[in-house]
C-alpha cells in the first residue's frame, strides 16, 4: 500500500489539439500505453457523494486498486497492488480485497461490501517529463465516447498553475474543465439509459 498526494492540472481537448500536442511533442502512436480502468460504486453512488473515487486500472499485467479523495485541495491517492484473481473478484462479484483500501473506505462511513462494478473505461495514455512534473495526453473510449484529455502533474501547487497555463497558452487551447474519468463514464451511462 503506498499513499501520495496528487497536484493535477486537467483540460478537455479537441481530437484536433490532441493530435496537434502529440505532433509538437513528436508522440508516436506506439508511445501510448492502453490501460483498462474499472470503476466502482455502491448503488447510491456513497463514494461519488464524497468526491471520492475508487478504480482498479489494469496495465498489462498490473491491476492497481486506487482510491481517489480529496485533500487540501489536492488529491490523495491510496494504491494497492492486486493480483488477477483479486481483481477478477472484485470486478465480478464485488468481493473487496482487505487492506487499507478497505480500511478507509469503511472510515468514510461507505459499506465496502455494497460496492459493485460501475463500468470501464479505455484510455491510451503517453507520459513524459514537463518542466519540473509529469505531462499526460490522453484518449479515453467508453459506451459510444472518445475524448480527450491533458493532464499537467505539478511538483508544487505554487508552479503548477503557471506552467500549465503557459503551456495552453503556447498552443492556443482555451481553458476547459475536466471531470473525472468516472464522472464522465457515470455521465455517458445516465445518458444512455435515458
Do not use: W
Amino acid at each position: 500500500m503506498t499513499q501520495q498526494l496528487e497536484i493535477e492540472y486537467k483540460n478537455m481537448l479537441t481530437a484536433e489539439e490532441f493530435s496537434a500536442l502529440c505532433t509538437a511533442f513528436r508522440i508516436k502512436a506506439s508511445a501510448f500505453i492502453k490501460q483498462v480502468n474499472c470503476y466502482f460504486d455502491t448503488p447510491t453512488f456513497a463514494l461519488k457523494a464524497k468526491k471520492t473515487v475508487l478504480r482498479i486500472r489494469e496495465t498489462g499485467n498490473q491491476h492497481d486498486f486506487t482510491l481517489k479523495q480529496p485533500h487540501n485541495g489536492m488529491i490523495l491517492e491510496t494504491h494497492q497492488l492486486l493480483d488477477a484473481a483479486e481483481s477478477r473478484a472484485m470486478i465480478q462479484m464485488g468481493i473487496v480485497p482487505s487492506g487499507e483500501i478497505e480500511q478507509v473506505i469503511t472510515q468514510l462511513g461507505v459499506d465496502a461490501d455494497k460496492l459493485v462494478f460501475i463500468g470501464e473505461l479505455i484510455t491510451k495514455r503517453c507520459q513524459f517529463p514537463y518542466q519540473s512534473g509529469t505531462l499526460f495526453l490522453d484518449h479515453s473510449i467508453y459506451l459510444d465516447h472518445d475524448d480527450y484529455e491533458l493532464e499537467y502533474e505539478a511538483a508544487d501547487p505554487y508552479s503548477g498553475d503557471a506552467i500549465f497555463s503557459a503551456l495552453l497558452r503556447e498552443h492556443c487551447i482555451p481553458r476547459r474543465p475536466s471531470k473525472s474519468k468516472m464522472i464522465r463514464l457515470f455521465q455517458a451511462i445516465q445518458e444512455k439509459r435515458g
